[in-house]
């Protein structure tokens, strides 16, 4: 298993037209990158959002996918899952939080952040 970032470039206040732009553009990138990404819908702070479950090889890209994510997309966070399972949340300062691990999840919670990957349906969630 792989280390993933998960991040969206989604805001609340963005029209129809700029979140769509602004994942294009992402997604862009990621194949620029040569990055494998999975598109996934969760919540953040209980907002819908898109966002994109990243694979890193070791720490390549690591550094610039953070920076494009809170410079470029204004995000307030990231979260990390290393390889075996243990999630951190990055702030857009740069702090992190540790915040347990990312497991699968039967149903999507009502109370809590979550993330489905689009491609299977899988919901993960923090515990």
Request: aromatic share 10%; hydrophobic share 35%; proline share 2%.
């Amino acid at each position: 298993m792989k280390t993933k970032l998960i991040i969206s470039v989604d805001r609340p206040n963005l029209s129809q037209t700029k979140l769509y732009t602004n994942r294009l553009d992402f997604e862009y990138l990621l194949t620029r990158l040569n990055v494998a990404y999975d598109i996934c819908e969760g919540s953040w702070k209980g907002q819908r959002e898109q966002s994109y479950m990243i694979a890193l090889d070791d720490s390549k890209h690591y550094s610039r996918l953070l920076d494009v994510a809170f410079n470029r997309f204004d995000q307030d966070a990231v979260l990390k899952v290393s390889a075996y399972g243990g999630a951190t949340l990055i702030n857009n300062d740069r702090s992190k939080q540790a915040i347990g691990k990312l497991v699968q999840a039967d149903a999507i919670p009502l109370d809590k952040c979550y993330t489905q990957r689009y491609s299977d349906g899988a919901i993960f969630v923090t515990h």
